[in-house]
């Protein structure tokens, strides 16, 4: 698969110092994006959507996929509740991730911490129409588990 076209950001006023959202390696599938607000306490249990300070224009046909970052969720319970959550090609407002503190203590955000990933990925836009029967497989209505342990 040929890679996605350009994702285009644009600066809200304010951020100038904020990195546009980038890779640690170059293997690394998702794009590191940081916190734009004045540093805040996340309180266990809360969640709260935390601007970026960022606008992204997507390529017809992408979607941006907004992920937990793995060292957050290990050292304080950090999370994302609509993980993944997706951010449509069509969509220009402020990008904000919400974030959760599933952790026990408080956890302060920094303004520029990196709070969250994006991953870019093509996708589908079929037809969607009803059927009166559908095509039989062995698994059939099997689900949760239905498919062995091992």
Known sequence: MSEPSRVRFLRLKGNPDLPLPSRATPQAAGYDVR???????????EIRAVATGLVMELPPGVECQVRPRSGLAARYGITLPNSPGTIDPDYRGEL????????????????????AQL???RFLAPEVAEAESLTETDR???GFGSTGTG
Do not use: T, Y
Request: aromatic share 2%; no cysteine; hydrophobic share 35%.
């Open 35 to 45: 916190s734009a607000e004045a540093d805040l306490e996340l309180q266990p249990g």
């Open 96 to 115: 904000k991730v919400l974030l959760q503190n599933g952790g026990s203590d408080p956890v302060e955000i920094r303004r520029g911490e990196r709070i």
């Open 119 to 121: 991953v870019f990925a």
């Open 140 to 142: 059939g209505e099997g």
